[in-house]
């Protein structure tokens, strides 16, 4: 039997690569890639030459079941996104899912995850949280922010920026108007920002600022009521 590294890639600073994951990126058989331009420039960067494979949304459904039996056959694949750790709101669950099935291991290396900073950042309990990932672009979407506003526990979901403000606009309709939320932006990268506020407040900040990059929101969970 074969091997299928998940490994983390960095969000924004090319830093937050680890030893290890270089190592079994240039160890492996061949690198799984969500974008193959973006990873060659991960992998140029590291002096890393190893034979790339495109592996996305739109043709992960076509080439699980030759991967599943190359990885049978004892093939070593390393599998990476443009950003952050495979399958987190990124594809990787699927082969994930047929390697479990097939008793092929699988290793996920601890890396890169864009919501675990924005979540500490935000000052709200860490303890217990629900992640939402992204909202659905139109059905369903006000029902999940209704479920949000009735959780007591912290809720961390992320967000498009062309859609930012819809989103705070529907927390602004359904929150109460004291709940608190954190929004990071642009991780790691130049341009790292962190805003705190209510929905209003934060409407208006991004009115006034137009919304740019990669967007984790917190939301504070529901105080409890006497």
Do not use: W
């Amino acid at each position: 039997m074969g091997k299928l590294f998940i490994v983390p890639t960095p969000i924004g600073n090319l830093e937050d690569m680890t030893f290890r994951a270089i190592r079994v990126l240039k160890e492996v058989d061949a690198i799984l890639a969500e974008d193959t331009r973006v990873t060659s420039k991960l992998l140029n960067h590291y002096d890393i030459s190893n034979k790339l494979i495109a592996h996305h949304q739109n043709n992960e459904h076509k080439t699980i079941a030759r991967l599943i039996e190359e990885l049978k056959a004892g093939s070593t694949y390393a599998l990476v996104t443009d950003a952050g750790t495979p399958a987190i709101s990124d594809p990787g669950f699927l082969l994930t899912r047929a390697c479990v099935e097939n008793d092929i291991e699988v290793d996920c290396l601890p890396g890169a995850t864009a919501f675990v900073p924005a979540l500490v950042n935000s000052g709200f309990p860490c303890e217990k949280f629900n992640y939402i990932g992204f909202l659905p672009h139109k059905k369903g979407r006000e029902t999940i922010v209704k479920i949000i506003a009735e959780t007591e526990r912290t809720t961390v979901l992320y967000e498009s920026p062309h859609r930012l403000l819809k989103a705070l606009k529907l927390f602004e309709t359904f929150f109460e108007a004291d709940r608190q939320i954190s929004i990071s932006r642009e991780i790691s990268k130049k341009f790292e920002e962190t805003v705190r506020g209510n929905a209003r407040e934060l409407t208006e900040y991004f009115e006034n600022k137009a919304p740019k990059g990669e967007f984790v929101m917190v939301v504070e969970g529901l105080k409890n009521k006497k």
